[in-house]
């Protein structure tokens, strides 16, 4: 079965510095790996998603992960944090089964600090 | 474009009451699914809906029950409900074709006391 493993609960930074949010994936198989972004009292919402194509992937809000199969990685990068990037953070495996399903790791909490 | 809506915003039962949770779907979309998360934790996943079909089941019990109806909203309802139930129940919509993608609704808050 995928798992995913995401290695900080809390990351804390400076507001302009760089965010880093790692997660470690296992999957018998190439997986499909993603990121979403959870603000207080909002929908869940897709950041940047990895199916198997370029292994460095761009997403929204200059935010890019890299899907490195030898370190099974797909850590979350940004160069310079924004106050607005205070959020929750999940590492995804999708899963197939006969159907598709998400599977979270336990979301890491990145602060921002002016 | 309408997103994906879900009802009520915040809901508060009693132990061994029964509650229905509403989702209306992305237009467009026909598959539904739907996640718990409990307070620091991620989402897991409890079932997926399509063409009104269970279609995937997590590991949860029968007591956890859903539908789909032909325009493709959804309700979970959960029976005899117990303290560990309290969660943010997620809903999420997505095309069969790519459930790669699924969008989320902001989610219900229940409460068990």
């Known amino acids: 079965a995928q798992s995913v493993t995401q290695l900080d609960s809390h990351v804390s930074v400076s507001e302009g510095t760089p965010v880093l949010l790692r997660c470690n994936y296992s999957?018998?198989?190439?997986?499909?790996l993603f990121w979403y972004v959870q603000h207080p009292n909002k929908g869940l919402q897709l950041l940047l998603k990895y199916t198997s194509a370029a292994t460095l992937v761009k997403g929204i809000n200059g935010f890019e992960a890299e899907f490195k199969k030898s370190e099974t990685s797909f850590h979350l990068t940004k160069p310079s944090a924004h106050m607005s990037d205070a959020a929750e953070y999940f590492c995804?495996?999708?899963?197939?089964?006969?159907?598709?399903?998400?599977?979270f790791g336990k979301g890491t909490m990145l602060l921002v600090s002016p | 474009e309408t997103g994906v809506t879900q009802s009520p915003t915040h809901l508060i039962k009693t132990r061994g009451q029964q509650v229905t949770l509403r989702c209306s779907s992305q237009?467009?979309?026909?598959?539904v699914s739907w996640y718990q998360q409990a307070l620091g934790q991620g989402p897991q996943f409890i079932f997926q809906?399509?063409?009104?079909?269970?279609?995937g089941r997590g590991n949860f019990p029968p007591r956890f029950s859903g539908l789909q109806f032909p325009n493709y909203s959804s309700e979970l309802n959960v029976n005899a409900l117990e303290l560990d139930d309290s969660a943010l129940y997620l809903c999420a919509s997505s095309f069969a074709g790519d459930t790669y993608e699924q969008y989320f609704g902001p989610g219900t808050r229940l409460t068990v006391t």
């Open positions: 999957s018998s198989y190439s997986p499909s």
């Open positions: 237009s467009g979309h026909n598959t």
């Open positions: 995804v495996v999708i899963s197939s089964s006969g159907y598709s399903t998400l599977t």
């Open positions: 809906y399509y063409r009104e079909e269970e279609n």
